[in-house]
């Protein structure tokens, strides 16, 4: 790994879903992927279902229902083997049609929406997986160029005075707003484009996980766009 840029180092690279799910997380390292080049029509899919709202959840049940060509079919084989994969392993998956997330613009200098950078939290061991099979694909960035923004000398003197209060429980009120979750790009950053049809795992903020959690952002979508995304 010597001389690699600290966007590689982050990532292992994984041949089968086995051994994705298996790659031990150490040191920088705190995303796998495994690298696929995946046949099928997965617009077809998007074009055939009904979208409702923003985020449409695709169930099983209405995926096995739609009238596909060969190609859609193909692409439908590939969905329902992944959720049978992370279902076994035990995860929850998740399909979305996504038109656009909600943007939070409750405290307009710190939005807290997926578009910010960063972490995933939870309360037992556990990891995000995702996967972009149709659409703009989601970006990581390495712990080393991405800095915490409560940690900004600006940005916390204004949650300060949004806080309203003195010294005690700022921190805690840092946490229940999940403003300790998310992070700016250092200038010149090199974010990691996770690409379409890679399966990927990525390390959260979670007991015994030994590394920092990867620090991650959905994209802007495309006008007109939907994106087709595994995710749990």
């Not at 696929?36 to 617009?43: A, E, N, P, V």
């Amino acid at each position: 790994m010597s001389g690699l840029p600290s966007s590689a180092q982050q990532v292992l690279y994984a041949a089968s879903f086995q051994e994705l799910v298996s790659l031990p997380f150490g040191g920088v390292v705190n995303a796998a992927c495994w690298s696929r080049q995946l046949r099928g029509d997965f617009g077809e899919i998007v074009r055939k279902v009904p979208l409702e709202g923003n985020i449409t959840v695709l169930e099983e049940e209405a995926l096995l229902a739609l009238d596909l060509s060969p190609e859609g079919q193909v692409a439908r084989e590939v969905l329902l083997s992944d959720m049978r994969l992370l279902t076994d392993h035990g995860a929850a998956p998740v399909l979305n049609l996504i038109r656009h997330y909600d943007r939070d613009a409750a405290v307009p200098f710190f939005p807290t929406d997926v578009y910010s950078w960063h972490v995933d939290r939870a309360p037992v061991p556990t990891a995000t997986y995702l996967c972009t099979y149709y659409g703009a694909a989601s970006e990581i960035l390495p712990n080393a160029q991405a800095e915490q923004k409560i940690m900004v000398p600006e940005i916390r003197a204004e949650l300060w005075q949004l806080y309203g209060g003195g010294e005690e429980g700022f921190e805690e009120w840092l946490s229940e707003h999940f403003y300790d979750l998310h992070y700016q790009a250092v200038p010149d950053a090199q974010p990691v484009q996770l690409g379409t049809g890679h399966l990927w795992r990525l390390a959260v903020d979670c007991p015994g996980s030994g590394v920092l959690p990867c620090v991650h952002r959905a994209p802007v979508e495309a006008d007109g766009r939907v994106r087709l995304l595994l995710i749990c």
